[in-house]
């Protein structure tokens, strides 16, 4: 979002009272009322009733309510924004979604509009308008926040703007997002799950790029949420509940992916309702399901995802930021590409027509047309090997000596007692240069101690978090990469452990986030209590080192691993 493009409004002009609040025209009808009705607490219905007064004056108060409620289709504010069409509601932030036209530049804008939804007996909303008073505060803070995953401020009208109905505490217009709804985008079919991650991808940049700011986006609503006709997932509508945070924002990440592959909302169920969408199924400790359960074809790692953003706080593999969620999808987009040349797993989804894998053609080839195309590939072949073999032969009678070489046999010589014996190798401890955790499903357990691995103080250690249940329950493994200034061929390795019990494996890397399907398996080992020497005879030079911990150590129940020290010792001739 760059700088506003029209100044917000601050104060209230006395000389214009707005469209709609002008005398003698019809009151507007409020489309929304009925919604806001059914949102509020008891209190707030009870605090909205006419209390026993004249009959006049009640109709008096409520003829002047009508005239001062202007969000119906039509309705214009601060003389410049047209309400065309509702598109969505979020109650708990009393904000209404529109789709307007921005008269003064004739182009598509949208509008969040915070409403007043309720007054007590003396007139004042309880808390709304401290409420929209902060969301317009936050507004006016993001106005120079600009990302292609987040609609552009343009404009924000305070409270009391000119033209701004007396129910209206304040407005939010952004950029139209084209496109279609969250729900559009999953009425037609479920989508593949890499066009899902990629949707997401550019939502989770603006998150993470929000949270860097201090700022949040609320993409915990699904009707905050529009996806453009190139597919990209983007915050068409500013201004979410005070009370929202960047972990918020996080859960949000996972439920729109969760949505994109199962056509479920995953958090709240009115949300779901209001947004058109099917509340997600929920397991017996109300959590929803894996999207994997639901479809075939989900991938481990968006699986995973899914349920480390939207699981409870503290549990394993919880995924605490957006920039863990970027990353992610980073990796799954990029790794489609290396698997192009095999076969997707059958996943009910039809191949699109850009495809590289498409369906088995249902008709069968034309019998004359592939006789055709033997002959003329057999007589293509004759050629070629005729032609080597006329070429092969002149090339060899170059090189043929006149005369035939001769041999004279005889017995090889053993060698004499001053033969140089063949050579030992010898082997020396080699320094790492760094080491951090490798995990790509989580956050990274404890990162910031990892270097004590290799720190040559055996009293130090690194830990992995503390698991309930073992791999791969929520995550595949961990691991911790290990590298050196430059390759080197190694002998083995001596892992200093007290975690008895626990399963690695001695993996090479091309670098230090490689994907795992990247790397290769050098040797396995389960570890003891004290030292593990694991051999690595007949290994090739490497850089990078990965210790992937496949089965953690269980211990008084316990699951977890540490490792005290890592040690390298080199192979040299």
Same mark, same amino acid.
């Given at each position: 979002m760059?700088?506003?493009?029209?100044?917000?409004?601050?104060?209230?002009?006395?000389?214009?009272?707005?469209?709609?609040?002008?005398?003698?025209?019809?009151?507007?009808?409020?489309?929304?009322?009925?919604?806001?009705?059914?949102?509020?607490?008891?209190?707030?219905?009870?605090?909205?009733?006419?209390?026993?007064?004249?009959?006049?004056?009640?109709?008096?108060?409520?003829?002047?309510?009508?005239a001062s409620d202007g969000t119906a289709p039509g309705s214009v504010f601060a003389g410049r924004y047209r309400l065309t069409t509702r598109v969505g509601t979020d109650p708990a932030a009393g904000a209404e979604f529109w789709q307007a036209v921005d008269t003064v530049l004739q182009r598509d804008v949208a509008l969040t509009v915070l409403r007043r939804l309720g007054v007590d007996s003396a007139g004042a909303d309880p808390g709304w308008s401290d409420r929209a008073e902060e969301m317009v505060s936050r507004?006016?803070?993001?106005?120079?926040?600009?990302?292609?995953?987040?609609?552009?401020?343009?404009?924000?009208?305070?409270?009391?703007?000119?033209?701004?109905?007396?129910?209206?505490?304040?407005?939010?217009?952004?950029?139209?997002?084209?496109?279609?709804?969250? +729900?559009?985008? !999953?009425? /037609?079919?479920?989508?593949?799950?890499? #066009?899902?991650?990629? &949707?997401?991808? @550019? *939502?989770?940049? $603006?998150?993470?790029?929000?949270?860097?700011?201090?700022?949040?986006?609320?993409?915990?609503?699904?009707?905050?949420?529009?996806?453009?006709?190139?597919?990209?997932?983007?915050?068409?509508?500013?201004?979410?509940?005070?009370?929202?945070?960047? +972990?918020?924002? !996080?859960? /949000?990440?996972?439920?729109?992916?969760? #949505?994109?592959?199962? &056509?479920?909302? @995953? *958090?709240?169920? $009115?949300?779901?309702?209001?947004?058109?969408?099917?509340?997600?199924?929920?397991?017996?400790?109300?959590?929803?399901v894996p999207p994997s359960t639901q479809r075939p074809g989900v991938p481990v790692e968006l699986d995973t995802l899914t349920v480390g953003t939207l699981g409870p706080e503290g549990s394993p593999g919880h995924v605490h930021t957006a920039a863990s969620v970027r990353a992610l999808l980073d990796q799954v987009v990029e790794e489609d590409e290396r698997v192009a040349l095999f076969p997707p797993e059958r996943d009910g989804v039809p191949a699109e027509p850009g495809d590289v894998w498409q369906e088995k053609d249902a008709t069968p080839p034309d019998p004359r047309r592939r006789r055709k195309l033997l002959l003329g590939l057999s007589a293509l072949g004759v050629a070629v090997l005729a032609t080597f073999g006329f070429v092969g032969s002149q090339v060899l009678s170059v090189f043929t000596p006149s005369e035939p070489a001769i041999v004279v046999p005889g017995s090889l010589a053993a060698p004499g007692a001053n033969a140089p014996a063949a050579a030992v190798p010898r082997t020396g401890t080699v320094l790492a240069l760094d080491a951090d955790v490798y995990d790509k499903f989580g956050d990274g357990d404890n990162g910031s101690r990892v270097g004590r691995v290799i720190d040559g103080d055996p009293n130090s250690s690194w830990r992995t978090s503390s698991y309930k249940q073992q791999f791969p329950a929520f995550k595949p493994g961990i691991g911790v990469v290990v590298t050196f200034e430059s390759a080197v061929q190694l002998a083995d390795l001596t892992i200093e452990s007290p975690s008895v019990g626990t399963v690695v494996e001695i993996r090479s890397t091309p670098s230090v986030d490689a994907a795992l399907e990247e790397t290769a398996v050098m040797a396995t080992a389960t570890l003891n209590a004290g030292s593990t020497t694991i051999p690595l005879a007949n290994s090739q030079p490497v850089k990078h080192v990965l210790v992937w911990i496949t089965k953690l150590s269980t211990v008084n129940g316990d699951i977890a691993t540490q490792i005290d020290e890592i040690k390298f010792r080199r192979a040299t001739g």
């Open positions: 760059s700088e506003l493009v029209s100044p917000p409004s601050g104060a209230a002009h006395s000389e214009d009272p707005g469209p709609d609040t002008q005398p003698g025209t019809q009151p507007a009808t409020v489309p929304a009322q009925a919604e806001a009705e059914h949102d509020r607490t008891p209190a707030d219905k009870t605090a909205g009733k006419t209390t026993g007064q004249g009959a006049d004056e009640a109709a008096d108060e409520t003829a002047e309510k009508s507004a006016l803070r993001s106005g120079s926040f600009e990302h292609r995953g987040c609609a552009r401020l343009l404009d924000v009208l305070t409270p009391g703007a000119p033209g701004l109905p007396r129910d209206v505490l304040g407005v939010a217009v952004t950029e139209w997002v084209p496109g279609r709804s969250l +729900a559009e985008a !999953v009425s /037609g079919g479920l989508l593949r799950p890499l #066009t899902a991650a990629r &949707a997401v991808l @550019p *939502l989770a940049g $603006a998150a993470e790029a929000a949270h860097l700011h201090g700022l949040v986006l609320g993409c915990d609503h699904p009707q905050r949420v529009r996806v453009t006709p190139d597919g990209r997932a983007q915050i068409g509508f500013a201004m979410p509940r005070p009370e929202t945070t960047p +972990a918020d924002d !996080v859960r /949000g990440l996972g439920a729109v992916l969760y #949505t994109l592959l199962t &056509a479920q909302w @995953p *958090l709240s169920r $009115a949300d779901a309702a209001r947004a058109g969408l099917e509340a997600a199924l929920r397991d017996a400790d109300d959590v929803p």
